[in-house]
């Protein structure tokens, strides 16, 4: 944490005296509220609330999606009051006052700021009172109304406010403290048997304005100054420390008065605030403390402790990284038991859910524990990135998220060094972009803004474009410059846009910059001029080599190469692309591809000589060869694969089954790559093999092609699954290395899913000894996804009910994680359709968990057609939550016409209800793809299969 001078006395009174003030006029609120709602419904949504007057100035009628620039906020000063008791109606609310100081900027006659959902108070029949400071006269009032679509609040002036000056807007409101999981909203949960009710915030991108009038824009930074009323037996936490707390009476009851220090310069979308009933443990030294707050229960167990450490561990390695200090003098890292995300950066008060911040190591496996350090990293990250440095609108928000996910791999390489982290990032980010920027829907890192408006428009770019593609070429860059260089214009960005936005400009401009400092590095032009090709056009290339001429071509990769691509580019989808390679075993080299195709006469090469492009994967660009070079390729993976990179093998395999679903190579090439895994013992290139198994599974399972493709994959981990158990001594100790542990997980997965009688028996036999004992657990954490749900699969209802009554028992989210995905794999209709009802009961799975649910009952093959007829069946009362994805998930398996049919019959039925246009576009597309590649496709498959493997295996 960064070096922070305390408060000063001085200081510290004229922040609660502000407060105080603020809290004088609030009370003033509830003492009139009951008179107030008689005469407005609490619950009346604000464009149903009646305006003042009509406004007649050509300014009145503001109808523009984004905010005039004739005003810049500056200071708020907000009391808020989130009831954690039902009204008599049954309706939990909130109460607040806030007062905005703001400057003009410009000369006008409006006010134009954020308000949606809030009911607000009327001051002489106007929504806000108005003053200014050191003007000639105060601003008078002409009316005041609400815009519904806009989400905005008006007032209308009789006169202008003046250039330069400051102005003050204050308003009281109320609101619906809903559990829909954004804005100011409440979350249940159970403690010891008890229901307990807490209050917390997710403002991102655009629910700052549900909570209060605001300037709700990334762009409008200010400070803050929060006072927070609650019960006075609980806490109340926000971006900043606490400075005073206080006990009044207010509506007949003692409530204790929270009032925080003033925050920095911020962005509304990083405001936080919580109500609960949490206990926490703290880590503290000169810099300031860190501390993990979570269920008392959850504490008390100890499942706090990993997260404090690393936390603490990370900020100091952070600050030295960036050369930069952590602002504040406090970080709260908190676990939200209902939480819709994975984790929000909220500046100072961070809340995740609770898999992503609670870890034991005696319950929680491997991958856990992963999940956790790379999250709190990531979270970590964005205090500099995004929270300290700001993309100036959400068309840029790689800037926040591409930044926070690849440093995220520096943070998790700083507190766990042995895992070696940073070459997951190629499986991690690389293909996980590379899987929604081959499609002809995707978009660049950096849209022009007039195309991101609306929160729906916003809400589509957290996607694997915005966090995985902006990492992945960052990852670029830094093999295009060094790691170093890199990091020195990282520093010069943070220093020099401290408190301020930034622009993918700003970012160019400083690299220019600093790359001028470096003559060491030799490009061959601009940085700017080449990675604008990287960031303002979608998609990335296929490069193709041919090494019996040397022609080397570049061509936009679609998944789907009919598809059309709606978005044009001033590029003509061309990059100028790094391209490393190696001859056979030579030593690596490099070049670069500017135009659409051209000749380099090194890459030629002879008979038994072969051409390896892109090492490593460090550029963003998939490669294919010439049919010779791909079969010299595959011969030296039989012969001896350690001579190529691992990172290389995985890719040789993912690269080949893309290009063969985009119909640029055969299927029998991409499954030919897997034949030597035999002798393969690394996790990566197995890892690849098996995630685009997947997508054949998907594809065959319900078909005769699904008996010979477990039975190939069987015999070619049949080595593996011999050395794991040598190495784990027959399954009773786990491997030392971290990807070690992973392949061993892989291995049991396909072996047991393979119907391997002895894995099979090693894992019904361990979960009936659960059962026999259930304080007693025999299956290692790592283990547990596979083994309960082999054993489910295997079992009755009996395997089914035990693992739901553990499921209902445990204290550890991850744990209940995974025995909520193995009730997902019993193969009887009647209990996966009691599955599927239990997930609509929120006392049974909670809401943040339905989603995940469904599409894991839909994963299993026997759940998938319950899965859409349960889907269709109650879409009805489904549409009312924000279920994005849930159509996406359930319809991954539609491969035929009579699944096509009606997936656009349940668009065209349900047209109000469903997600974006565009999303809707792209399942359709998948579908048909899906149709048209099995069609293509499943001769060769079969055939290629049935040779491969024993007749008695099929």
Not at 377 to 401: I, Y
Not at 604 to 633: C, E, F, H, P
């Amino acid at each position: 944490m960064g070096k922070k001078t305390l408060v000063s006395k001085g200081l510290a009174g004229i922040v609660i005296l502000l407060a105080a003030t603020t809290l004088a006029s609030f009370v003033a609120l509830f003492v009139d509220y009951s008179q107030y709602r008689e005469t407005h419904n609490a619950t009346v949504a604000p464009e149903d609330i009646p305006t003042s007057t009509t406004p007649t100035t050509p300014w009145g009628q503001w109808s523009e999606i984004r905010l005039p620039d004739t005003l810049a906020p500056e200071k708020y000063s907000i009391t808020l009051w989130p009831r954690l008791t039902p009204e008599p109606n049954g309706q939990y609310i909130f109460k607040g006052s806030s007062s905005v100081s703001f400057r003009c900027i410009k000369k006008t006659n409006i006010i134009v700021i954020h308000s949606y959902n809030l009911n607000l108070v009327t001051f002489d029949g106007f929504h806000a009172k108005l003053s200014g400071r050191d003007v000639p006269s105060q601003p008078k009032i002409k009316s005041t109304f609400f815009t519904k679509d806009t989400q905005y609040l008006t007032v209308e002036l009789k006169e202008n406010l003046i250039p330069d000056k400051l102005y003050d807007l204050y308003t009281e409101f109320s609101g619906e403290l809903s559990d829909g999981g954004n804005g100011l909203y409440r979350t249940e949960y159970m403690e010891k048997g008890k229901k307990k009710i807490m209050a917390t915030t997710q403002m991102q991108p655009t629910s700052a304005r549900k909570t209060f009038p605001c300037f709700d824009e990334p762009s409008m930074k200010a400070k803050y100054n929060i006072t927070l009323i609650h019960e006075s037996n609980i806490t109340a936490l926000s971006n900043t420390q606490n400075i005073s707390s206080a006990i009044k009476t207010l509506e007949g009851g003692r409530r204790r008065i929270t009032t925080f220090e003033g925050t920095e310069k911020m962005s509304t979308y990083v405001l936080a605030f919580i109500i609960c009933d949490f206990k926490m443990i703290s880590a503290a030294d000169e810099r300031g403390e860190v501390r993990v707050w979570a269920r008392t229960s959850a504490i008390n167990d100890g499942y706090g402790n990993y997260s404090l450490l690393i936390a603490q561990k990370m900020t100091v390695f952070f600050e030295s990284l960036f050369e930069e200090d952590y602002v504040y003098r406090k970080a709260d890292h908190i676990a939200i038991p209902d939480f819709y995300g994975g984790a929000m950066e909220n500046w100072g008060l961070i809340t995740y859910r609770e898999t992503a911040l609670l870890f034991d190591a005696n319950i929680s496996s491997l991958a856990d524990q992963e999940y956790v350090t790379s999250v709190v990293a990531h979270e970590l990250a964005h205090q500099w990135f995004g929270n300290l440095v700001t993309m100036n609108w959400w068309n840029e928000l790689w800037l926040s998220e591409g930044f926070a996910t690849y440093f995220s791999y520096f943070g998790v390489n700083a507190v766990e060094s042995s895992w070696n982290f940073k070459d997951f990032m190629v499986h991690k980010e690389v293909y996980r972009a590379f899987s929604q920027d081959a499609l002809s829907f995707s978009h660049p890192l950096s849209s022009p803004d007039k195309e991101v408006n609306t929160p729906g428009e916003i809400d589509l770019l957290f996607d694997h474009i915005s966090y995985s593609k902006g990492a992945a070429v960052l990852r670029m860059l830094s093999y295009m410059v060094t790691e170093d260089v890199l990091l020195r214009a990282v520093k010069d960005y943070l220093e020099i846009l401290r408190f301020k936005t930034a622009t993918s400009k700003d970012l160019m401009d400083i690299l220019n910059k600093t790359l001028n400092k470096n003559q060491d590095v030799t490009l061959p032009a601009e940085i700017g001029v080449i990675l604008d090709r990287w960031i303002l056009q979608m998609g990335f290339p296929v490069v193709t080599i041919n090494t019996t001429n040397g022609e080397i071509s570049q061509k936009h990769f679609l998944l789907y190469p009919d598809s059309v691509v709606h978005r044009k580019s001033k590029f003509n989808y061309t990059w100028i692309v790094p391209i490393t390679w190696i001859k056979s075993e030579n030593a690596q080299s490099m070049m670069w591809l500017w135009n659409s195709t051209e000749i380099y006469s090194n890459m030629t090469s002879n008979t038994t000589d072969w051409v390896l492009a892109n090492i490593n994967v460090t550029g963003y660009y998939r490669v294919n060869y010439d049919m010779s070079n791909w079969q010299k390729l595959l011969g030296q993976l039989q012969s001896n694969h350690s001579v190529i990179p691992v990172i290389n093998r995985a890719q040789i395999i993912d690269d080949s089954f893309h290009l063969a679903r985009a119909g640029k190579v055969p299927i029998t090439l991409a499954l030919n790559s897997t034949k030597y895994l035999v002798n393969e013992t690394e996790y990566l290139p197995w890892k690849s093999a098996l995630d685009n198994f997947e997508y054949l599974s998907l594809m065959f399972d319900r078909t005769e092609i699904y008996g010979p493709m477990q039975a190939y994959l069987t015999e070619q981990v049949d080595p593996l699954y011999n050395f794991y158990q040598s190495l784990t001594f027959n399954w009773t100790q786990r491997p030392e290395e971290f990807t070690d542990q992973y392949n061993e997980v892989n291995v049991l997965s396909i072996a047991c899913n393979s119907e391997n009688e002895e894995c099979q028996t090693l894992a019904t036999s361990l979960y009936s000894q659960w059962m026999s004992n259930s304080s007693l657990n025999p299956i290692h954490p790592n283990l547990r996804t596979t083994f309960y749900c082999t054993a489910i699969a295997a079992g009755g209802v009996k395997e089914w009910d035990f693992a739901w009554k553990m499921f209902k028992e445990t204290n550890l989210k991850a744990e209940a994680d995974k025995l909520r995905y193995a009730m997902s794999c019993s193969k009887y209709v009647w209990i996966l359709s009691r599955y599927l009802q239990h997930s609509l009961n929120r006392s049974m799975i909670q809401e943040s968990d339905f989603v995940s649910t469904v599409a894991a009952i839909a994963s299993n093959v026997v759940g998938q057609s319950l899965a859409w007829d349960f889907m269709q069946t109650y879409w009805r009362e489904i549409s009312k939550k924000s279920h994005s994805g849930l159509l996406e998930s359930v319809t991954r398996r539609f491969s035929s016409l009579m699944e096509l049919k009606q997936l656009e019959e349940f668009i065209q039925d349900n047209k109000g209800s469903l997600e974006s246009t565009q999303t809707l576009q792209q399942i359709v597309q998948r579908t048909k793809e899906n149709i048209k590649w099995v069609n293509s496709n499943r001769e060769a498959v079969s055939n290629w299969l049935l040779a491969q493997t024993r007749p008695d295996a099929n």
